[in-house]
């Protein structure tokens, strides 16, 4: 078999506190695999990780983080061993993201067309009437009218919506082999969105792109991505490809995520939701970290931490219950 696009091995990324007596497990033990044309997608509660798995990726970590464990290889690279120049032309070039909240990856003082042409003229050295082309074909893609226009305006004078667009068309503006799209259709309406994630699907096709999608939405997963990874306090609890995952969760967590998503067929006076919140990642209890809210835990789930059960073809998940299936 060919060698994956993005092999990331027991990453482990804690953040730690000025004087360093308290320890954020924000990642903790990851392993995933990415092949070239796959999309991948990683759901979970909010502070789950999924954010810092994919900063961790491109090494974009916050003050107070720190890689301390694991590998992470990608075009059969090791990107943990890269200075910061050789990181510098890997972003935006071959692993480019979308981040969360565009008004904090747009630049307020510059235009929408310079900040779209700068991974342009840095990654691919295009100037002139060739980089001008370019800028308007990005804007039509993305489905921002009047691109002409629309490349002299400001952050502030376009809407969240448009803002996002503009974001998703700085990340595939050098056509990356690696997107890693981080909630990228959340401030998008249903029609946008549709033509949003068409436009990923086409270059996709394209270029043979490879996305990882981070997401709260669960619709997205199942028309976008061929495998899904399940978050939970730092750790993938269980990662399956789509169909397997969505017709046989292995999880208790995963469970309760799709028993949470609304249904249209069925009525109920209340919808379904998780009891309890997500344990704080500093003092992450003992054994599983979801026995505190899992409806069917045992004794030992309280006390020993699971380790990961192969349970059919690329389908593994972090239980007890699944240690003899």
């Not at 590998?71 to 050789?86: M, P």
């Not at 699971?306 to 240690?323: K, V």
Request: aromatic share 6%; hydrophobic share 40%; glycine share 8%.
């Amino acid at each position: 078999m060919a060698e994956p696009l993005l092999a990331v091995n027991n990453l482990q990324m804690h953040l730690f506190s000025n004087r360093g007596e308290r320890v954020v497990k924000a990642v903790d033990g990851v392993s995933f695999t990415l092949s070239k044309g796959e999309t991948m997608g990683i759901v979970g509660e909010s502070g789950s990780g999924k954010t810092m798995t994919s900063l961790s990726i491109l090494r974009l970590l916050p003050t107070a983080g720190r890689i301390v464990g694991g590998e992470i290889r990608f075009a059969g690279e090791d990107l943990l061993g890269k200075s910061d120049q050789e990181m510098q032309r890997i972003r935006g070039s071959d692993i480019a993201m979308i981040l969360q909240d565009p008004m904090m990856s747009l630049n307020p003082l510059f235009t929408i067309g310079e900040q779209i042409a700068e991974p342009l003229r840095v990654h691919r050295g295009m100037r002139g009437a060739g980089l001008f082309n370019r800028l308007k074909e990005l804007l039509n893609g993305v489905r921002i009218p009047s691109p002409e226009a629309r490349l002299r305006d400001y952050p502030h004078q376009m809407s969240g919506g448009m803002r996002q667009r503009i974001v998703g068309a700085i990340g595939i503006s050098c056509e990356p082999s690696l997107l890693i799209a981080d909630e990228p259709t959340t401030s998008l309406d249903v029609t946008i969105q549709a033509q949003y994630l068409r436009l990923l699907k086409d270059i996709q096709q394209r270029v043979g792109l490879a996305m990882m999608f981070i997401t709260h939405d669960i619709g997205i997963v199942a028309k976008m991505c061929d495998y899904v990874a399940v978050m939970y306090a730092g750790k993938l609890v269980e990662r399956a490809p789509m169909r397997t995952l969505f017709r046989e969760p292995k999880h208790p967590y995963t469970e309760a995520l799709l028993k949470a998503v609304p249904r249209l067929n069925t009525s109920a006076d209340r919808l379904w939701s998780i009891e309890g919140q997500p344990p704080d990642l500093s003092a992450i209890p003992p054994g599983c970290p979801f026995s505190p809210r899992c409806p069917v835990a045992e004794e030992r789930c309280r006390h020993e931490t699971p380790p990961e059960f192969c349970l059919g073809p690329n389908h593994y998940a972090r239980c007890w219950l699944r240690e003899t299936a």
